[in-house]
């Protein structure tokens, strides 16, 4: 009676049935390890004795002392600035390009996935070969049009290192943002367009106080899931530079690995992680906030 009973509820359109296996991935992956990561930022590994000790606030006093910390956050602020700026705006610009229905349009749409399919630490390699100062393709272009001294390689310069991992993540990142905005463009109603072009407005003029303003929902998402992402870079600044050449290349999310599996600095590396989070959260709130983006 029990087991049919239990058979009717699971096959009701009760609600709880449904919920349950997400309530417990959240519950695991999310929750649990969060609590612990809090946890773990009051305590430290101690190798000698292979157990963590609890250390109180020492790791979050040491993190407002740590200068490496405040470096690699401006580090990442800067890389997330200028990556975002420039996705954003090559992003829109080939979306415009892009949206029509003409022949080989769709292809080239489709085309635009490809760079979304290759893990970041594939494209990192392959940037990191195509930056070579012996035989790689962009060293060569540059130094050709006298743009790269040959005794100043990309990523071996502190000048030019973040410029050169920046370059894999816009490669592969533009085309996401692309296809955000081509899937906006689309759905955009035709008659605002008709009615401006009997008024004789010029193309510029359409774009700002039409597209823009018609856009700025679809634009505020895009910035949103993409800035997220950049703030945890990790993947090109380890495969291209490993934080160097010094710490030009620095990130958070690559400090704060450092000091967990590299120093086995459990306790401050969960500490980082947990700054990290804040940050995100903080910025991602207020964005959502001034852009007024409803979920």
Excluded: C
Aim: proline content about 5%; cysteine-free; overall charge neutral.
């Amino acid at each position: 009676m029990r087991v049919a009973q239990a058979r009717r509820f699971v096959i009701s359109d009760h609600p709880l049935p449904w919920l349950l296996p997400l309530v417990a991935i959240l519950l695991v992956f999310t929750v649990y390890p969060l609590i612990y990561n809090i946890w773990l930022s009051f305590h430290e590994f101690v190798p000698r004795r292979r157990a963590l000790e609890f250390v109180g606030t020492e790791n979050w006093v040491q993190l407002w002392n740590d200068t490496r910390f405040w470096q690699s956050l401006v580090i990442t602020f800067t890389y997330f600035a200028i990556a975002l700026v420039f996705e954003l705006v090559l992003g829109m610009a080939i979306a415009l390009l892009l949206d029509s229905d003409g022949f080989g349009f769709g292809f080239l749409r489709g085309v635009l996935t490809m760079t979304l399919v290759i893990p970041p630490a594939i494209v990192g390699m392959m940037y990191l070969l195509m930056e070579d100062p012996q035989f790689g393709v962009i060293s060569y272009l540059l130094q050709s049009i006298g743009l790269l001294n040959p005794n100043n390689p990309i990523l071996a310069t502190a000048s030019t290192a973040l410029a050169g991992v920046l370059v894999a993540e816009i490669w592969q990142w533009t085309p996401f943002m692309v296809l955000i905005f081509l899937a906006g463009l689309r759905a955009l109603p035709p008659e605002p367009y008709e009615a401006a072009m009997i008024d004789g407005a010029s193309s510029f003029q359409i774009f700002r106080r039409i597209t823009l303003p018609m856009m700025s929902k679809v634009i505020a998402i895009a910035v949103l899931v993409r800035g997220i992402d950049l703030f945890r870079v990790f993947d090109y600044v380890f495969v291209m530079t490993s934080g160097g050449p010094g710490a030009s290349t620095y990130s958070l999310s690559l400090y704060a690995w450092q000091q967990t599996f590299s120093f086995v600095k459990w306790g401050y590396g969960a500490t980082l992680s947990l700054v990290t989070l804040v940050i995100i959260l903080v910025i991602a709130n207020l964005f959502i906030r001034i852009a007024k983006v409803k979920w």
